[in-house]
């Protein structure tokens, strides 16, 4: 195995310490966004949301876990699966509520939808409904960082999916000539559209980016302290301008492809779906740390559950009241 590479998952003991309030606040923040997904299908299932989306339930503990590690400054890319990315990074529920019903207060005016939110007042740089067409975004925002010299770093989220863009391989082999403050995280949970990602992909995907001599780690994707754990440290050397580095985060998402794709047992069995809600769930496995450890007993966690519940709730209320933008805006602010 090359030194370059290290296969083991990252020991959360081993990570920064969390205060009891970071802890308290990653499970906040995990909760949101699992609830967000779930009204988010309902709003598809009720025929009041236009289009459709594609659901993060599952993955939480990544998007969490890495942007616990960031500066409210720092860059993120997102892909198609982006709102855990973006409320993760900071964004207000009620305004990616909007966007996902194409009302005037969403973050692009009602008129980018679920694949195409971006914050800048928050560091998101956008949600990318083309798989693997953030790679450039992230590091050219990694690039304008080193040349600023703002000590901003740029993470980079995709998809196991994105592994067979050349896109990726192109920008991973200037970051790395220009040691840039990027960490390419790979999100693999294990499906790409309706298909196994061993039916798309080649080799050891580790090697790939060692073979460009960036850091390459693997990490429990349901395990929010070892992400974090791993993703500060990364993000420690990227900040130092020692370079950017690959992280796949082995993870599973519990909803279809998008929120259409509901007959799915022909591409993946619902004993393995029901294998990971219940023994791999993230939201679980850090409850079950948080009291073992006594960080919090039951009632605080469900006072955050009720919290979150009623933020959520009001902002979906907040979102189908809001009005359309007039017709007369249709093509402002296109560029294409
Ligand atoms: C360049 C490109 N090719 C194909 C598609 C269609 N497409 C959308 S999502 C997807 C699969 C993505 O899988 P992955 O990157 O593993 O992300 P996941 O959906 O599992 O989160 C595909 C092929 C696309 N959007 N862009």
Redesign the pocket.
């Known amino acids: 195995m090359s030194t370059a590479t290290q296969r083991s998952a990252a020991n959360a003991a081993a990570g920064p310490q969390l205060s009891k309030e970071q802890l308290l606040g990653i499970y906040r923040r995990m909760y949101s966004i699992r609830q967000f997904e779930e009204h988010a299908n309902d709003l598809y299932l009720r025929a009041l949301m236009p289009g459709l989306t594609?659901l993060?339930e599952g993955?939480e503990a990544v998007a969490v876990g890495i942007c616990e590690a960031l500066r409210p400054d720092d860059y993120i890319t997102s892909?198609?699966?982006g709102h855990g990315h973006c409320l993760a990074k900071g964004a207000k529920p009620d305004r990616m509520f909007a966007e996902l019903l194409g009302k005037e207060a969403g973050y692009c005016r009602g008129k980018g939808g679920s694949m195409h939110i971006a914050d800048p007042a928050t560091g998101n740089l956008g949600a990318n409904?083309?798989?693997?067409?953030s790679a450039g975004i992230a590091t050219g925002a990694a690039f304008a960082a080193k040349q600023l010299g703002n000590g901003r770093v740029c993470v980079c989220f995709?998809?196991?999916?994105?592994?067979g863009?050349g896109v990726l391989y192109e920008v991973m082999n200037m970051a790395q000539l220009w040691k840039l403050p990027v960490i390419y995280t790979c999100?693999?949970?294990?499906?790409?559209?309706y298909?196994h990602?061993s039916e798309t992909t080649a080799g050891d995907i580790l090697a790939r980016s060692v073979s460009f001599g960036v850091p390459s780690h693997s990490v429990d994707g349901q395990d929010v302290r070892a992400v974090n754990a791993k993703a500060s440290e990364l993000v420690e050397r990227a900040r130092k301008g020692e370079g950017p580095s690959f992280l796949m985060c082995n993870t599973y998402?519990y909803r279809g492809?998008?929120v259409g794709d509901v007959s799915r047992e022909y591409y993946r069995a619902k004993t393995e779906e029901q294998e990971w809600m219940t023994q791999r769930d993230p939201i679980i496995i850090l409850t079950n740390w948080l009291l073992a450890e006594k960080h919090a007993d039951s009632a605080q966690l469900e006072k955050i559950q009720n919290e979150v519940r009623t933020e959520i709730e009001a902002a979906v209320k907040f979102a189908l009241d809001a009005p359309y933008p007039a017709p007369e805006e249709l093509t402002d602010d296109i560029y294409a």
């Open positions: 594609h993060y993955e892909t198609h699966r409904a083309i798989v693997g067409g995709f998809g196991e999916g994105a592994l863009q999100e693999n949970n294990m499906y790409n559209e298909t990602y998402r492809h998008h």
